[in-house]
């Protein structure tokens, strides 16, 4: 079911399998921070459902005009909301892209958005840095607008450096020849966690370009490009993670 967020047309949507107490994982999509990709969301939330897991999706880039942090403050609100729900029993970020970039932002800077950390945040070849090097910087010119190059901005959203001790555990993935955002996003943020004394778990593929999601044929709106089996076992990955975080 679709719910609007704070009187926008932006929105989250509800697959929750029953009105019993589950894990419930908030899918935060990519699409540059232009759109929200078709693609990682309800494939992401049928294969999660498969496994027990309630998922709710948010389409926090519908205003597409606005600018940083509004993208963020839908995320925020959809998991302040989902706290006080009966049926959620951990709450768990899932993000892609530049829906990762969103996620770690509402969890480093949390207190930004008077909301409590997701208990863990899993990462499909996210967009972290900020540095020219290695930026994915047409996320980040939709994201700032007209505050493009604003450096202190920009550093302050490079979210390696924003990692200290007392983030949630981590799930991270990615594709070593992913030709849109550079692997090295990946490990400057593990690095990151390594400096800060933080648990991650990462898998990275030696094949595969970007935007996979579950690499399947649902997700892969028919570019058999992106449908691979190999790379598809991320989510089962994953699933054996939650179970050893969760138990």
Known sequence: MKKYILDTINYYTEYFIDNEKRPTIVVSPGGGYQYTSPRESLPVAKAYNSYGYHVVVVNYR???DEAYPKTAE??????KLLKNDERVSHLIGL???AGGHNLLEVTL??????MDKPDLIMLGYPVVTSEPKYAHMGSFKNLLKE?????????YLSMEYQVKKGNPD???WGTFTDESVDVMNSLLLLEAYRKAKCNAEYHVFPMGGHGLSVANSESAEGNLEKINPYIARWVELS???LKNKLK
Do not use: C, P
């Not at 839908?74 to 998991?79: E, S």
């Not at 800077?109 to 008077?114: D, G, R």
């Open 239 to 241: 699933i054996e993670w």
């Open 62 to 64: 519908e205003t597409v």
């Open 95 to 97: 993000g892609f892209s």
């Open 74 to 79: 839908y995320l925020a609100y959809v998991f």
């Open 170 to 172: 981590l799930f991270l």
């Open 147 to 155: 505050k493009e190059n604003n450096l202190i901005m920009r550093k």
């Open 109 to 114: 800077h949390n207190e930004n958005y008077k």
